[in-house]
């Protein structure tokens, strides 16, 4: 955490699962979303998005130790997700009461079995339990019983725009995504939305697989009547063969790494020369980078890596 500073408002942040050490895409990423927040005055906060699973605590502390060694310092105390579900009912309950919410009994399974709109993406929900009247809807429920029913926004659109400040403009089509699903858990996209705005997150950069997902959660924010942050999202970092970064690729992660005698630093260096921040060999540190650094000017295509091959000349 760093000592109390001058910001002017706002806030960046950096949210992993902690469901494992970070690889050199998560840690690419949250170079970059530290350089945006420290380089535009504000604050950088973390948080740890463990809904979808048990918390471990092992991990998330691990994960804050290797971005430390990174030199990627944080504002305030760390949120937890799980420690936050009060504030994703109440928000569920806004839209309740709005009407734009509703039941739904599909499984995944009945989803990719219906018939979807002509152009509608493969998975996109069809809408089969938006319009139930209350008897098709009772038989519907005793139908799944004892499981409980999901909980969908009854979306007013069909599609959203924006303008990501790494990839230009963006759009993606929005279904009548879950909220809830029917075993309790909040989604994602309900509760980022939720914790961002409460953090006063109003600058998001993340990995560039999230950028089909922002228009649903722009869509959210505006019908909760929170504010707009803006969106940056990094390209990804794929092996030779196109393929995301995996265990199988080498050594991805900074434990991996580390046991082969290469240093954050090291790292920290490889890392800044792909986004065009750093000459090959050059030392710095993530603070030297901060007034080299704009959104604008980073690569906009993915950095295919060999992590073999990488750090040949650095070990």
């Not at 060694?69 to 109440?90: K, M, W």
């Not at 063969?241 to 290469?262: C, E, N, P, S």
């Not at 890392?271 to 090959?280: C, F, G, I, Y």
Request: aromatic content about 6%; glycine content about 8%.
């Amino acid at each position: 955490m760093t000592a109390a500073a001058n910001f002017t408002g706002g806030a960046g942040r950096y949210a992993p699962s902690p469901s494992g050490n970070l690889h050199l895409g998560n840690l690419r990423t949250a170079l970059v979303a530290w350089l945006a927040a420290r380089s535009t005055g504000r604050r950088f906060v973390l948080r740890v998005d463990d809904l979808d699973r048990a918390r471990d605590a092992g991990y998330a502390a691990a994960q804050l130790q290797q971005l430390a060694s990174l030199g990627l310092t944080h504002d305030g105390e760390i949120v937890y997700q799980s420690d936050r579900t009060a504030h994703y009912a109440a928000a569920l309950a806004e839209l309740t009461a709005a009407n734009l919410t509703y039941e739904c009994v599909c499984s995944r399974k009945d989803i990719l079995a219906a018939p979807t709109a002509p152009h509608a993406p493969p998975g996109a929900y069809p809408g089969t339990c938006r319009n139930l009247d209350p008897a098709q809807k009772a038989a519907a429920l005793a139908a799944i019983a004892p499981r409980q029913p999901a909980i969908r926004l009854r979306t007013p659109v069909t599609a959203g725009t924006f303008t990501d400040q790494i990839l230009g403009e963006q759009s993606a089509d929005i279904d009548d995504f879950v909220l809830r699903r029917g075993d309790g858990t909040y989604a994602y996209n309900l509760a980022t939305v939720v914790d961002d705005a409460a953090a006063g997150v109003d600058q998001i950069v993340r990995g560039a697989d999230l950028a089909s997902s922002t228009p649903r959660q722009i869509l959210l924010g505006q019908l909760l009547g929170l504010p707009q942050p803006s969106y940056a999202h990094v390209p990804l970092v794929l092996n030779p063969a196109g393929a995301r970064l995996a265990k199988r690729d080498g050594a991805v992660t900074l434990v991996d790494l580390a046991a082969q005698g290469i240093t954050p630093e090291q790292v920290l260096q490889v890392l800044a020369q792909s986004l065009n921040l750093a000459h090959p060999g050059e030392t710095v540190t993530a603070a030297d980078l901060v007034p080299r650094f704009s959104l604008q000017q980073l690569p906009q295509q993915a950095w295919v890596v060999d992590p073999p091959a990488l750090f040949k000349t650095a070990a």
